[in-house]
């Protein structure tokens, strides 16, 4: 799990949503990705990243003059942490509630919730 000084911002999961999705990216084309959605200076990616090293989030390979990072955190266990993390500070602690106001509050299609019955019925059966 990670530990309390891995806990990504806002601005970091944003970065390491880009990682996982490309596997490795230099800081442009992790600029370029942020910018499609939002405004972002170069400098500031840049200065994330080199964070985000110090604190063990990414991996710097400095082999080539272009410095290459990758995630250094698994994306599954990250979204467990997040996840764990809302449901105990906005949901007092009930996952119920959060799936109920996620389910509620946005459109869901017919294969989506397929996989949550697929899942409740995985759930009832360990019970």
Do not use: C
């Not at 990216?25 to 972002?40: G, W």
Request: hydrophobic share 40%; glycine share 4%; charged share 25%.
């Amino acid at each position: 799990m990670i530990n309390q000084t891995k806990k990504p911002t806002e601005s970091e999961l944003e970065i390491l949503a880009v990682l996982w999705s490309k596997i490795t990216a230099t800081v442009r084309q992790v600029h370029e990705e942020l910018t499609k959605s939002k405004d972002a200076g170069y400098t500031t990616t840049l200065k994330l990243m080199q964070i985000m090293h110090e604190k063990g989030l990414v991996i710097r390979n400095t082999d080539n003059k272009t410095h290459i990072y990758t995630a250094a955190i698994e994306k599954e266990k990250t979204q467990l942490l997040m996840v764990n993390k809302m449901i105990n500070n906005l949901f007092a602690g009930s996952p119920v509630d959060m799936v109920l106001q996620a389910l509620g509050g946005t459109k869901t299609t017919k294969e989506e919730l397929y996989k949550i019955e697929e899942l409740i019925a995985t759930l009832k059966a360990k019970k």
